[in-house]
């Protein structure tokens, strides 16, 4: 069991700072069992979306374990087909029988879209909020332009905003909007899919700390502020490495190092139907 994870924390509620994705699974059995083996270790964050397939499997994970439901923080995600209110409300109310939840933690619009306006998805977003099937609400893949556009329509606080995070993309400009109006991040495809594992300099910090560069990648994340990330492993071994990551800092220098690999400018996950014009 590992120890317990440090908080984000908004006012509307406390985010554990390390989750598990649960995006391509490559079947439901071994799903299930790899989900339950991450919260019987100590994960409390599930990171799902009705987009991946995975909600049934983290429902059936959550009803396995012994983890009471108030020590859980699920995130799950409408996807932007689904961004009218309408369809808004029948995909989250979808996504909780999948869950066999009353209420997420967190509800995020997966990606926004190019056809309904922003005010009226995250209107849906404000009433999932306000009838108490989403604890919080956000958004995902959002440029600074739109960040700005969903703050000034939500009534609501916002609590986070999902993008692609890692040491070889410059995130700084959403960072900083994000930083403006107090909405956390949270980091998906962290370990760049596992490319940004092989990076010398990363396994060369990694040796150094006696950590694996999965560990020294996760961390460089999480030693920036209002920072979480959601990092996938299909092996045992690997999903209870990304959680053992609170017995080490990386120095200043080794931090500067690693964000000195920017440069290699990668982004991973650049769908073209669905890509905002990108900061
Ligand atoms: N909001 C969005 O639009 C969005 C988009 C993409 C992803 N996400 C979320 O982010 C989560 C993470 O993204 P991702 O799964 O695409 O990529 P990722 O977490 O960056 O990388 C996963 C890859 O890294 C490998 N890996 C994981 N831990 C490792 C370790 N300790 N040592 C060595 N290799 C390791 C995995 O290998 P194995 O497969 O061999 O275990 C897998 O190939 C998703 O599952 C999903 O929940 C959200």
Redesign the pocket.
Known sequence: MINEIPYLTRNSGNMPCV??????YPEPEKAIELIKYALDIGYRHI???RK?G?ENWVGDAIKMSNVPRDKLWITT?VTEDNAAPVDFMKSLEKSLMALNLNYVDLL?I??PSRTIPIKDTVGALNNAKKEGLARNIGI??FTTSLIQEAVHCSEEELYCN???Y?AYINQDKVLHACDKYGILV?????????II?NDPIIQTIALKYNK????VALKWLLQQTRIS???????Y???E??ISLFDFNLSDDDMEKISSLRHNNLR??DPEIRRPLWD
């Open positions: 989750g598990l994705g649960t995006m391509s990171d799902t979306a991946y995975s995600k995020l997966h990606w995902s893949n999902q993008i692609e890692h949270t980091c998906h495809v962290p370990l760049a899919r596992g594992l694996s560069s999965a560990q990330v959601v990092p996938r492993a299909l092996s071994n690997e999903i490495e990304n991973v996950v």
